[in-house]
Structures are given as C-alpha cells and as structure tokens.
C-alpha cells in the first residue's frame, strides 16, 4: 500500500515540479515573497507595540523589558565576576608577600595573629562601605 502512495507522489512530482521551479525562479514571485516579508514584519512589530502598551496598562513586564533585565543581571554578573577575580589576585598577591615576609614562620601563625586581623578589618569594612554607598 505504501509503495503505491509512493509511486503516485512520484508521478505527481515529476509532473508539477518543472512548473513549480520556474514559477519560483521568476521576477514576480520574489517580488511577491519581499512585500509578503515586509507586510509580516510591519504586522508583526505593530503586535510587539500594542501588546507591549496592553501589558504596561495593567502594570505587567513586556518582552522588552524582561529583554532589559536580563541584559543589566548580565552585565551585573560579568562585573561580579571581575571583582572576585581582582579580589582573588589581591589575596593571592598578599599571601605571597607574606610567606615571604615571615622568614621561616608558619603562615598559620600570621593568621592567629588577632592583632594583625583586627586591623584589617576596619579597612575592609571601610571599603565595603564606600562600594556600596557608590
């Protein structure tokens, strides 16, 4: 059963094919396909428009502004991403300097150290404090 449906389409093409190409091949086809694409894109953004007008009416996000969203978290997370990177570059450096520093001490020994660590503190708190007020 199949192979007769398959012979009889092949029949169908063999016979419509040859017109089909040169229908597509001509002038006024592709003239018809370019307003045809320009009317759907004319059609289509003055959807996106008033959709767009109807959701902000009733206080609802459009689109374009989940688009906008997405696009500042982005931003937001690649500067995020610089900061822990220049922040592991930092500590990274000082912990060079300070196994350096220490001649033979333990770097456990530096950290244990409260007198060490309470005056750091204040200076990070300092510059978390101005990042944030920025």
């Known amino acids: ?24 091949a001509s002038d006024g086809f592709r003239d018809f396909m370019a307003a045809s694409a320009k009317v759907t894109s004319a059609f289509t953004a003055e959807f996106e ?40 570059d930092v500590v990274t450096a000082e912990g060079a300097d300070a196994g350096s520093a220490m001649n033979g001490h333990s770097k456990t020994a530096a950290k244990a150290d409260p007198k060490k660590n309470a005056a750091k503190k204040p200076a990070a708190r300092k510059t978390a404090a101005a990042a944030e007020s920025s």
């Open 49 to 88: 428009r008033a959709s767009r007008r109807w959701l902000h009416f009733w206080n609802l996000p459009a689109a374009t502004d989940v688009r906008k969203l997405r696009q500042q978290v982005a931003a937001v997370d690649r500067e995020l991403k610089g900061l822990k990177n220049l922040v592991f």
């Open 1 to 24: 059963m199949a192979k007769q449906w398959r012979e009889i389409y092949d029949e169908w093409e063999k016979a419509v094919a040859p017109g089909l190409q040169q229908f597509t």
